[in-house]
């Protein structure tokens, strides 16, 4: 169809026509290509760049603006959530189908001449990716285990520095992996795929898409109202407080549990978001929560308030996760690195192909692939660039000696290297394992220097992350047919508004280390660093002999199940996760009963319409974790904003 034709495309969706067109018949190419290296390349060439890449519109300024905005929100979202339960979700598939809803509504309203085109929504979900999920990781980690270890915050340009250097240099860490990991390689990345196909949907069959983002606005929306019930009613009227589900849950636990099993967090909440949470990850890993919530603060810590008398009398979660983070940290450092070590045919794949990285193909098929491919000066640059900036502010915050910055660096890219491979055949980014590498070399580097310990492992963590997040987002381009140029820059323009929105969001919300560890914000994820920084700086032989003991078994259960796992492959659904059981002795024991009703829920209603829970699933749950959390971060503003506000600008 030519410009001229297209003008005149009787729907006056020219452009989008083009685009429906291109992919009516298309099929993603999943299973991959055969051959060579550049046979691979050539074929992906002309059966999916040609007729879609080079002619279809994506890295526009609507997609950077629309996933920028859409991502600024969401991040939001993950740095509340990561407060809460030390993880984020990905956000790029949920920002798909909102855009996707939000451009058929300007269409159809006419304040929009055609909708985004599916390169398009690539492009979006990519800055949307950048903002809302690869920023923002390292805040509720090693920074905020920096401020609950000396009871300080940071400056704002600090960290603002920080968190965007950070992204830099995992974003260009990841350009030389890319034509290697999936070009040639073809690794599946699943998230990249689930993302593709999403894309796929909503614009070949637009009333599947339409579908799914109704069902997340409902979700979104019934959980704002949930949240409001919950937690909002005092602030409309103190006479309405009582009448809170908070208030209503709250005298159901007095009269049910007692004084004493609530003071262990042995209760019920009300928060839907971790319910959403529950749906996502699976009965075994909500099995997995469960049984260690049950051990941990039903015989655990009834145990250690009995025996021990230095614990004797302590009671609510901020005082006993000083006791059960020791055994859960371990069993998550043990089996993150264990399952690493598992995958040491991928790490060894990675180091091997290290070379191809860099090599110049000089055919012409390849020179046209080259192209497109991002620059390897760019590469070049944004590490240099990176180092300068890191080793600059390290020095200057925490005296970090600038050659023990250039080693953080140089290790990043190794173990980012083998975390993004490990995230393409697993989809299981190892960020907390990789980071705990970098905490025990510098252990050894710099021992006693908790402050040099968290940011150079903070330096691994955000390289990692951002360099898995990056090569995901260029799969779902890859099965696409997209300009991976392109897709990279709108990944790189996502950077600026994930660094500003996250940053001030978590200095609003976290002004002091007052509100960490409590049970508004538990911080596992800040619990599990700032453990490993303690253990290395104040060595074994100052802790409490329960402490060492707790070390010691919780990582020897990190080390026998991922074995038994591997041993008894066909058995492993009824194994538990290590990193379950581990993460539920670093937060509330009502947590993972949510964590259960969620799975149980995701359980059923797979077995009683499969097809219906694909199909709205993610969505619901997305809708939901979404809804809550924005609201959460809302009622925060509205009862303390102005507060905050003052303290914030030093009025």
Known sequence: MSMAQEKQHPSGRGEQADAHDAYENYELPVGGFKGTAEEIERQWYEKCYVSRGDTIKQLTLRAVIMGSVLGGILSLTNIYIGLKAGWGFGVAITACILSYAIWTLLFKMRLAKT??????????????????????????????????????????????GWVFFLAVLGVTMAVPMKRQMINSEQLRFPSGIAAAETLRALHAKGQKGMRAARALGIAGLFAVLSTLLTDGLRLISARLEAFQISSLVARFNTATFGDAWMGRTVMFV????????????GMRVAISILLGSITCWMIFIPWLQSYVPEAAGETGFRTLVQWSLWGGTACMVT??????????????????????????????????????????????????????????????????PWWQSVIAVILSFALALVACRVTGETDTTPVGAMGKITQLTFGALSPGNMSVNLMAA??????????????????SGYLLGAHPRK??????????IGTVVTVFAFRILVPDASVLGTDQ???????????????????????????????VIGGLIGIILPILSRMFPKKQKWIPSPAGIGLAWVFHWFYGLLFFIGALIGYGWQK???????????????????????????LIFWESGWEILKQFMGW
């Not at 749950?621 to 959460?632: H, K, Q």
Request: with cysteine; aromatic share 10%; net charge neutral.
């Open 115 to 160: 909708q985004m085109t599916i390169l398009e929504n690539n492009c979006m979900q990519s800055t949307a990716s950048a903002a809302g999920y690869s920023t923002g990781g390292t805040l509720v980690s090693a920074f905020a285990a920096y401020i609950m270890l000396y009871n300080q915050t940071l400056p704002i340009p600090i960290m603002l």
């Open 335 to 400: 089996s993150g690195i264990l399952s690493v070590v598992f995958q040491w045919k991928s790490a060894l794949r990675a180091f091997k192909g290290l070379g191809d990285m860099f090599m110049k193909k000089s055919n012409k098929k390849s020179d046209k692939i080259t192209e497109i491919e991002t620059p390897g000066s760019w590469f070049l640059l944004g590490q240099l660039v990176s180092l300068i900036a890191l080793a600059w502010l390290a020095h200057a915050t925490f005296g970090m």
């Open 521 to 551: 914000f538990p911080a596992p994820a800040a619990q599990t660093w700032k453990g490993v920084a303690e253990a290395m700086a104040l060595g074994l032989s100052t802790m409490h002999p329960v402490k060492i003991w707790s070390m």
């Open 608 to 634: 009683k319409n499969q097809k219906n829970c694909e199909e709205y699933l993610f969505p619901v749950a997305s809708g939901i974790v979404a809804g809550g959390a924005l609201m959460g971060v809302i």
């Open 487 to 496: 897709q990279f820059l709108a990944q790189f323009s996502g950077i600026f």
């Open 458 to 475: 903070n330096i691994t963590a955000g390289a990692a992350t951002s360099s898995a997040d990056l090569l995901t987002d260029l799969k």
């Open 270 to 281: 009300w928060d839907p978001i971790f319910i959403a949470a529950g749906m996502f990850v």
